[in-house]
């Protein structure tokens, strides 16, 4: 749903210079048209002619002035299709970036080349702390491209604080990020998140995580094991009762 949200949010985006142009290329289309359309008029008679030129005096300073609108317009919409050109390759960036830490989390032995984090060698936190910046990733696009509230954000920060993982993930990446990021709106993202740790930090510690996991059973035999187990112990006692009583009875034919 959220990727979702994205590329909704990117479509209409897209979309709005796109109407915009198409608005600008009508009002030139209509500038241009304008003295055939007063030809036209002047060939009918009953029109005064210096009427019309006192009237096409007044329409050259509005069609000035549409003239210079139109031209904003172009230069607005080349603006908003620059920046939107960037997101999109912003965007391609982090995809590829969000590949290459999958590969370090699907392949252990990967981790290495990111070299150490926080001079830790704990290979099972490593995984943690890639994943926990998947997750914040994901969060500062979505903040990036209007799909996320700050509200929203102090939502997921609180509930991503409150473990013991996503305090030591931000514990070690908060200055790294706050020094590496350069808009503004991306050094927003960090002081809220910055902001909702401090005060996760300042509330106690953090809830554990850990469930407690049922401590594995053991199979059961096969029914038809158990069966058989079962028959021969059965027949078994059946045939050493059948003997037990064989020789009591030989024993008393015996003593008559």
Not at 12 to 23: D, G, I, M, Y
Not at 79 to 86: G, L, S, T
Not at 198 to 225: F, K, L, N, W
Request: positive net charge; hydrophobic residues 50%; aromatic residues 8%.
């Amino acid at each position: 749903m959220p990727r979702l949200r994205v590329v909704t949010s990117l479509a209409r985006r897209s979309a709005t210079p796109t109407a915009l142009l198409l608005a600008v290329l009508v009002i030139l289309v209509a500038v241009l048209l304008t003295p055939i359309g007063l030809l036209w008029i002047g060939d009918r008679p009953g029109y005064d002619w210096p009427l019309l030129g006192n009237v096409g005096q007044a329409y050259g300073a509005a069609s000035a002035i549409l003239a210079a609108l139109a031209l904003i317009g172009v230069v607005v919409s080349l603006i908003v299709q620059a920046r939107e050109a960037k997101a999109a390759r912003e965007q391609a960036l982090r995809a590829l970036h969000t590949d290459l830490l999958k590969m370090a989390i699907d392949d252990p032995g990967l981790l290495e080349c990111w070299g150490p984090i926080e001079e830790s060698t704990d290979l099972g936190w490593f995984r943690k702390h890639v994943y926990s910046n998947l997750i914040v990733t994901h969060w500062q696009l979505m903040w990036e491209v209007d799909t996320l509230s700050e509200p929203h954000l102090e939502v997921l920060a609180d509930q991503f604080f409150r473990g013991a993982a996503g305090r030591r993930f931000w514990a070690e990446a908060r200055g790294p990020r706050m020094k590496a990021e350069t808009s503004r709106r991306a050094r927003r993202f960090t002081l809220v998140m910055d902001r909702r740790y401090q005060m996760a930090v300042a509330s106690g510690p953090a809830a554990d995580a850990a469930r407690a996991v049922p401590e594995p059973r053991e199979p059961e035999p096969h029914r038809p094991a158990v069966y058989l187990v079962r028959g021969a112990v059965l027949g078994g006692g059946a045939v050493f009762a059948a003997h037990h009583l064989l020789r009591r009875l030989t024993a008393r034919r015996g003593s008559r």
